[in-house]
């Protein structure tokens, strides 16, 4: 019939080897200084109304020899040794723990909130918005004379393909490191003129990472006073598809594995469905095949040559900007 809590002068029976004070109605929390009693073997504290977390260490590390049934107030701050639920945690702790899951959440729901924010501006400006002066800014100028040395004098070894409106020339302008494309179109040849415009309309309204994009163009006279017109690309280092799946003769035939060849038709079908499905208006290639499918240094594939491409819209055809 014992009730109260446990005195504090219990504390001084360090040599006591076993407690039993089951079955009465005592109340409060289990004394702490139970853990630094080093001859007990045995405490049964069972049906009482003790409350809060056991004490750890001492007798409390094995639960063979400690009873707390009954004690419906009891929970544990540690693993469930005694199968007791976890005690809750302080405000303190609690304060503490949310403010590291807001350092550990908020940074990404913030660049996700402005990830979203800028894919709505982009998609409320819509495709027909010009590109800003600070963008033509930062396109390179480049001129007869710096074209002329990135292709060797256009040599014929430096020459990747060559067309009816147009030649392609690998080169590196001077003090640069990176390799460029270098589309240089045959003005006197019917057609090219309007291919040179249709591709700049193009790359002016288009913008996906599986299509081919310009560094800069150059619209200028050779040292004849002869009209030159070019479009500097990025350098697509793994060639062509049809490259890879038509080799020349003569040279080592190289091979697509399962993966690569799924990777680059996924990527074509993403690109045709940018332009068809997400321009406005819609953009038909017109000329697509493994020669204008290239591969850049990691085999990502991008489409090029727009020459023959048409919106479908006569607003912003490039046949009439020619």
Known sequence: MLNGSIPESFSKLKVIQQIDLSENNLTGQVPQYFVNFSSLNYINISYNKFE???PTGGIFRNSAAVFLQGNTGLCETAAAIFGLPICPTSSATRRKINARLLLIIAPPITIAVISLLCVVVTITKGTKAQ???SFKETMRRVSYGDILKATNWFSLVNRISSSHTASVYIGRFEFETDLVAIKVFHLSEQGSRNSFFTECEVLKHTRHRNLVQAIT???TVDFEGEELKAIVYEFMANGSLDMWIHPRVGSSRRLLSLGQRISIAADVASALDYMHNQLTPPL????????????DYDMTSRIGDFGSTKFLSSSISADQKA
């Open 284 to 295: 038909i290639h017109c000329d697509l095949k493994p020669g204008n499918v290239l591969l």
């Open 52 to 54: 809060g977390p056991i």
């Open 131 to 133: 590109p800003s002066e």
């Open 217 to 219: 163009l150059c619209s």
